[in-house]
């Protein structure tokens, strides 16, 4: 297929409510804080990662976002949770309920994030917990995932 999935399946239902799959990643700095990424769609803070393609599995889709969103080459290390019972809406108007497949990652090699910015992302910083109660995260799942994470405490059936 060499078109991507969204646009596909967008072409056939509009913007209709679907479900889309994601896999998302932490990276934490030594000090335990979070990589997020101010994305480029909402101009809010998120996790890195993003929508899975056909035949592709979600540690596929995990590294190729996480690396198409920061430059970072990333081993995943385990599967933290899989989010499911979430609605999220675009601005163009497409809305999704969404299954989001989270993993703890780490870094394949060192990486400088300083300058890295592209269509989808704007701005890559970390965050501690404390810090991100003063950002607006992109959605109620990503806060979630972020709230489970820092707990260190996985609800199963969210």
């Known amino acids: 297929m060499t078109q991507d999935y969204i646009s596909y399946i967008r072409s056939k239902v509009g913007h209709d409510k679907i479900f889309l799959t994601f896999a998302a990643g932490i990276l934490t700095d030594n000090c335990g804080a979070i990589l997020l990424q101010k994305r480029g769609d909402k101009g809010t803070w998120g996790l890195l990662g993003g929508c899975m393609e056909l035949g592709e599995s979600s540690v596929d889709t995990l590294i190729r976002e996480f690396k198409e969103e920061s430059g970072i080459a990333i081993i995943p290390k385990r599967l933290l949770n899989v989010y499911t019972n ?60 972020l709230d489970e994470y820092f707990a260190q405490i996985f609800q199963l059936g969210n």
């Not at 497409?94 to 592209?118: L, M």
């Not at 917990?129 to 806060?143: F, M």
Request: charge should be negative.
């Open 86 to 145: 979430f609605e999220d809406s675009y601005p163009n108007g497409d809305v999704a309920q969404t299954v989001g497949i989270v993993y703890e990652v780490e870094a394949k090699e060192p990486y400088d994030i300083s300058t890295f910015s592209n269509q989808e992302t704007l701005e890559l910083r970390f965050f501690t917990q404390e810090e991100t109660k003063q950002i607006t995260i992109v959605n109620t799942q990503h806060q979630l995932i």
